[in-house]
């Protein structure tokens, strides 16, 4: 050994844990982010995910958690491994090695690592993106719009991370040589982390701010919009969580460094002393794996509300079939639907079909101003015919639903879902009605509500007014509806599906169009500027509205947004995994890469403690200590790690989702009862997954402080 | 060959500043085995990290050989620590990852300087402290007393005008403590090196020619052996630590 390098390489022999350590975190962050953003940035994803909606907002928060939870492993693992190797830096120092001299050897070095395991971790994250997304269309579902496909700007955010991760190694190697005092590096490995004192109150004002953040986050841009009229930007709205974070530090400090149960205080001695010492670096990755794991659960969360809810309200649905159709179309009559159904050996039991019309109902709508920067603000103002909407009469209403419902004359119900849950889908009372072709137009009272899920939104007059108002409409502005049920629904899904594509077959293109596309407010659109916005599919692309098209019969975007979809139990039943197939695989994708990074962040942050604590349990072995208070005192600090994150990560995010729930109609419906059943379920399987791995980091720890394990 | 004049060096813990050193001056002549003692706090191992060009002073001077320390840049310090000086830490600081014997050429390795000869001197060095035995070993392997001679070892590597120990005995037994004294008096009589030791042992700055005690951050007193015999000499420093307690 004559060569300065050759010294290093034969530390580097030594020491290849270390090594291996920090490149595989380098590793691991770069290759989750690649992942992410190939997912996220794949044009299949950001189809189903429309600009500006919660799904959109939601997968790039979750995002951001990634990134910062993934930055701060990585930079805390580089941190560890230079003050690790701050002892050799500082022998060579002393030995009279020059700056530049350990600086040369070190880039070597660190060129090789964070270059090999960036551009791994970079060049792997697509195909372990497409790689298990191909596992969710082999094993779980599939669907036509799941061919994933990368758009390759996305490895320019993957290239950003990866760069942070090479200049953020660099950075730190070139500090740890660049220390004045010899003294200092060489005694770095004896340095604790002393923590500032933490109040008593710390905790208490940690919940406050906690509650207020989650509140104020979640109301005031409901606030913003209902009172200012404010469409404020989403920047200005995040602001408000904010509180909620500076909460969820002030409660893990006050865990970590005063604890919640003052009897304990000295039972606990060991663990809660030394975790005072490992503390502003604790409490940061356990703020980090506590906002990774609400996000994992927001992100879990996902698909067994949607889909329990899904399920509860497409069998709570009071007829098997529905349908309508404007009558200008060439749909399928009873007796073409009846002989479907015999070629299919289905037995229709029950059949109701009533005729019903699109009326220009009065209303405000919100003229937008665009602020820039700083948003939207709008203006309302009353308009005698603003939208439009679907009108019954009594008894085509009774006759359909099997109500027996009396409006008065001069009157006009509004139609409400059976549990209240999407009032505010409705379009709300109306005291004007108006004939889009007589422009006949008939004043009426609100009358009470009735309920009936399936034409949520409509209206009902009395015979009288609705034969008086519907008179001279033309068969584009009639629609008819079906109910229809069947002997056995189950083994209906064949026919199901023939009628479906039957229907879709013979729609005209003039009825190609999604749900918010309104046949009244085209017309007055029309009238007054001689086109209308939602006709364009150029102009709905470029707002990345929902386009629909008869040959994607079978994709998110249709099946859910298309204004004229059939409600067919038996399909939506067996049909709703593969039509909601991208958001559950992504969602579920979400979780498993934050969940991955608590995982990784937990362990290293353990084995960190159990390094630093060595010395500490070796002289506590010297002074008697029985091998039962050792693992106390191991168990003490890992569990910590492990623990408060989990409980407070998941009561936050349970909290804030009930929240959510809540204020979406200011009640819980049975449906989202369902959900959050489900949502139970599957915070016991991760909580048990976590403890897994808090078992085996428990194991891994007590074999390095060579500490036996020990039941209880 | 060591000359240090009126050394000042304070340091600043919050808005507190303590003055370490308020004024030192010694020498050290070649050949020599002197022995810095002092109680905690009295600045003797911030005088040796000042004189090791660890830490800056504050004023005063420290020449070693023709250098005035104070006058040099990095790299030159560098090089002094490299080619001019030889350290032996309380808790041996030798790499773990290294062999015994690898662990004494790495100051000719951090010089560039190593050569056959290099090597060669290296098993003398081994030869001389008892220590061939074990020179493939690791640090992990070997007892405190084989750690402490290796750094010894270490330090004598690039023939340095002086060595400089930093409680050298401080973390051994007394069986351990005595076979570094006696590396140190060999490296004095059949190496012709310097040695400046930083120690609170009486004990062991009985084996010194001189020992200078530091009090408060100045020169309490210096002792010469001269011809006496090493017990008497522990006797009169064990005197004189007592009256510097009294006050």
Redo the contacts between chains.
Sequence with gaps: ????S??YA??????KGQYALLALCSFFSVLLITAYVCMMRAPTILSVLPEGGDSRKQVMMVFVLAVIGCAVFTTYAAALFFRQKS??T????????????LRREMNKELTVIALLSCAAGAALGGPLAYGVWQLFRLFLVDSQEMVLSFDPQSYLLSLAFAAYVVVMLFVLGSRSIRRT???DI?QESHKSEPIREVKGWYGTVGIVLVVIGAVGGYLMPTFFVRVLHWYAPSGVTAIFYLPALIGLYMILLHTVVNGWRKGRQYRDIIATSQMRFQGRQTVRNMLVMTLLIAGAYFASFYAPMLSTSSAYSFDSRPVDFEYHYRNDQNWPQREEVEALSAEYGVDITFWAQEGAAVLGTDGTVSVEQDNGAMGATYTVEYREIASGATFFSESGWNALTGQNVEIADGTCANVLDDEGGSDYLSGGDVTLITNMVTRESLPVTPAEPLRFTMLLGCYVLSDADYAAITAGLTDCWQETYVFFNVSDVESSYPFADALFNEIVDRSGPEIEVFDAWDMVERELEIAEKGSYDYDSKEYLTANRLAVIDYDQRDSTEFRNYWLYMPQFRVLDQNDFVTTMAVFLMLFIFIALICFAAVIVISFTRCMTIALTNARVFEDLRRLGAPNAYLFHSVRGQVCRVFLVPAIVGTAAISAFYLMIMYFNDNRFTPGEFAGMGTCAAVIALCSLLLYAVYRATLRQVCAVLRVRRQRG | MLTVKDLHKSYQVGKTTYEVLKGVSLSVETGEFVAVMGPSGSGKTTLL?CI?C??PADAGSIRLGEDELAELD??EL??????K?G?V?QDF?L????TVR?NI???A????T?SPMTEERADQLCEVFGISAIREKYPAEISGGEKQRTAVA?AMINRPLLILADESTGNLDSKSSLAVINSFQQARDLLGATICMVTHDSFAASFCNRVVILRDGVVWRTMDRGEQERMAFQDQLLDAIREMSKG
């Design positions: 050994m004559r060569q300065f050759q010294v034969a530390l580097r022999r030594k020491n002892r050799e500082g022998v060579f120092l002393a030995l009279g090695a020059s700056r530049g001299q005092n010899i003294i060489v | 990290n090791s660890y830490i990095e790299d560098a090089k002094v620590r490299n080619q000086l350290f830490f600081l790499l773990d990852g290294l690898q050429l790495l100051p390795i951090i010089g560039g190593i270490r």
